[in-house]
């Protein structure tokens, strides 16, 4: 075999004598091929990785946009129901004043039309007239029917197709009302807002009765901050809320009667201490509980 298909190796040992590797030229060009093969691969394979890292933080970053975005309008839809609920309940203290002091039917619909102007103008200043009104109109409310009853309540108790016992007239639990319906200061942003029922002091645990009679259509948690909720329909467009409820003792479609135990004083949601927080709702559009209790 020809020399040159080798490469040799000479190694000098202590001895004086040398030590020799012959290495066929093959495996030495099969070694080099080999490596450059293997360096082309790792750098295949580093590109790769770095496109693959690109890739990934520009969906986190979209994923991040999107979380944000959904986030934004969700707390929109909450501002413009909230919105909504202010202007619908100022349209209803607007309505029971009218009909309270005779006020002409095309006046009192230019001063809805005001008002639904004022609210979606989102100006500040107007803004706050608008909280002005709506604490105006629930003055004069409170100053000109005593006791406290509405031309609304008035026409449900003169219709003889309505079961009294299906009017929200009894207290759900006794206790000190800490918080009316209308504007006042929120405990937690200490800013102005809208409180759409009653909230009434009471011991944790305590028994919370049915107002009136009707159907259970809801009874679990509610809405953010309201805790666990039952939601009862009397009929005639007439429905009742509790919320902050420690214990709930019925379930959905079932029917309940006046006075009936239905749940527990309790802080579920967002509070400062035990209480009820009481709603009447007319066609899902929030009226002044106290215009209805008794004693």
């Given amino acids: 075999m020809d020399h040159s298909d080798y490469y040799s190796l000479r190694v000098a040992r202590p001895c004086g004598k040398c030590w020799q590797l012959r290495v066929p030229r093959y495996a030495v060009l099969f070694l080099a091929c080999f490596c ?25 970053h979209l994923r991040a946009e999107r979380e944000a975005i959904n986030a934004k309008y969700h707390l929109l839809q909450k501002v413009v129901n909230h919105t909504n609920v202010k202007l619908s309940s100022l349209e209803s203290l607007a309505s029971e004043v009218a009909e309270t002091y005779g006020f002409d039917v ?14 979606a103008a989102g ?21 000109s029917l005593d006791p406290p009853r509405s ?14 016992s299906s009017i929200p007239s009894i207290w759900p639990v006794r206790g000190r009302v800490t ?19 009653m909230d009434i002091a009471a011991r944790y645990g305590a028994p919370v009765g049915a107002a009136a009679d009707g159907v259970v259509v809801h009874a679990g948690p509610g809405e953010p901050g309201f805790g666990n909720v039952i939601e009862i329909d009397h009929g005639s467009g007439i429905d009742t809320l509790y919320c902050h409820l420690s214990k709930i003792e019925v379930v959905e479609g079932q029917e309940v009667r006046q006075g009936q135990t239905i ?20 066609d899902q559009t929030p009226v002044n509980p106290e215009m209805f209790l008794r004693g």
């Fill in 36 to 60: 450059v093969a293997g360096v082309a691969t790792l750098t295949i394979m580093v590109k790769s990785y770095a496109r693959m890292l690109t890739k990934v933080s520009d969906y986190n």
């Fill in 106 to 119: 095309s006046e009192r619909n230019r001063r809805q039309v005001f008002v639904q102007d004022v609210s």
């Fill in 123 to 143: 100006d500040p200043i107007r803004e706050s007239s608008y909280n002005a009104a709506l604490h105006a109109f629930s003055l004069i409310e409170q100053a």
């Fill in 151 to 164: 031309s609304v309540l008035l026409g449900l108790l003169s219709n003889p197709a309505i079961n009294p």
């Fill in 179 to 197: 918080a009316g319906f209308g504007e006042r200061m929120d405990p937690f942003s200490d800013e102005f807002a809208f409180h759409p029922g």
């Fill in 263 to 282: 749940g527990a004083v309790g802080l579920s949601g967002r509070t400062t201490g035990p209480h009820l927080h009481y709603e009447v709702l007319i």
